[in-house]
């Protein structure tokens, strides 16, 4: 965890290193899998490729999140409030300042994203600008910065490389399965390369999907707290979580499903008429999130 003024939490650590130990211990199995099944000669290709996949996540991290979105970097000239709000926090947090960007989407939400606390970004959409209040704005950039002083976006960035590998595998499995599934490998007991490639890519999949929605979950719940702790106004990103929500509701399915893909860094999910409380959301519940805020307020009111 990143040294700053954010309060600390051993549980996100924890959590943290087991998410990645479990994900590389599954990386380092896929890729023996394949050796293990395909010829000799790729084995050499293959662990480039997944290699190459997982830097590219880490180093490009922060400009493919932000051309997913549409947003662009904006000077202290273009958006000297955001700018000073930002630069304000970061003094109070003793972080370094990230990099600013702007989305041009009535969805009112905000991220973070970036390889390290010198190479990060916080975005928000012109959505959350026109809804919220400063104070509320504040909120929710001081839960976007401690993302990135507790290098949980790192973590997810990275975690991701998992579903994308085996992403790519499932197509390569159905490319094999379309062109050559006659094909068998005496190593696998006569069963066709593809179908063993297939299952090895599905349950990596699906297991790094519920590894990272769970660590979303938690890291939510730790920014939330870390947010609130530094500008000692939990109520106002408590007001900024319901006006997000409600908000969302009111956004047209179609925009909604355009920005899906980025709902485990935004502050609140693109969804609405479903239920947060299952297993594979990106975020813990608005009760759970208020309730914790309620909390940090009445600790904060009591008299010294």
């Known amino acids: 965890m990143a040294r700053s003024r954010f309060v600390g939490d051993a549980g996100l650590t924890?959590?943290?290193?087991?998410?990645?130990f479990l994900l590389g211990a599954m990386f380092v199995g896929i890729i023996a899998v394949l050796i293990a099944i395909m010829p000799a000669g790729w084995a050499p290709i293959i662990g480039i490729i997944g290699l190459g996949v997982v830097w590219f996540q880490?180093?490009?991290?922060?400009t493919v999140a932000m051309k997913a979105m549409r947003a662009r970097e904006v000077?202290?000239?273009?958006?000297?409030?955001l700018h000073g709000m930002i630069e304000r926090l970061c003094t109070l947090a003793d972080m370094p300042k990230?990099?600013?960007?702007?989305?041009?989407?009535?969805?009112?939400?905000?991220?973070?994203?970036?390889?390290?606390?010198?190479?990060?970004?916080?975005?928000?959409?012109?959505?959350?600008?026109?809804?919220?209040?400063?104070?509320?704005?504040?909120?929710v950039i001081a839960h976007e910065l401690s993302h990135v002083a507790h290098r949980d976006v790192l973590v997810m960035t990275v975690a991701s490389s998992a579903g994308i590998v085996a992403s790519m595998l499932t197509r390569g499995a159905q490319y094999g399965a379309i062109f050559g599934g006659g094909r068998r490998d005496s190593n696998t007991g006569g069963v066709p390369v593809w179908l063993v490639v297939l299952l090895v890519s599905l349950v990596t999949y699906a297991v790094s999907?519920?590894?990272?929605?769970?660590?979303?979950?938690?890291?939510?719940l730790s920014a939330d707290r870390a947010g609130a702790y530094l500008t000692m106004k939990p109520h106002a990103l408590a007001s900024a979580?319901?006006?997000?929500?409600?908000?969302?509701?009111?956004?047209?399915?179609?925009?909604l499903r355009a920005s899906q893909a980025m709902n485990a860094f935004f502050i609140a999910p693109a969804a609405r008429g479903v239920s947060l409380r299952t297993l594979t959301s990106t975020h813990p519940t608005l009760e759970q999130r208020l309730e914790q805020l309620a909390r940090i307020q009445a600790e904060l009111d009591r008299p010294a």
């Not at 924890?14 to 990645?20: P, Q």
């Open 14 to 20: 924890a959590r943290m290193t087991t998410v990645m």
């Open 58 to 62: 880490w180093y490009s991290s922060d």
């Open 75 to 81: 000077s202290a000239q273009e958006a000297p409030e």
């Open 98 to 139: 990230p990099r600013v960007g702007v989305a041009d989407t009535d969805l009112p939400n905000a991220f973070a994203t970036g390889r390290s606390p010198n190479r990060s970004v916080v975005v928000v959409t012109t959505g959350i600008l026109r809804r919220l209040t400063a104070e509320e704005l504040e909120g």
């Open 209 to 220: 999907f519920l590894l990272l929605k769970l660590l979303s979950r938690y890291r939510e």
């Open 241 to 255: 979580l319901q006006k997000i929500t409600g908000e969302i509701n009111q956004i047209p399915d179609r925009d």
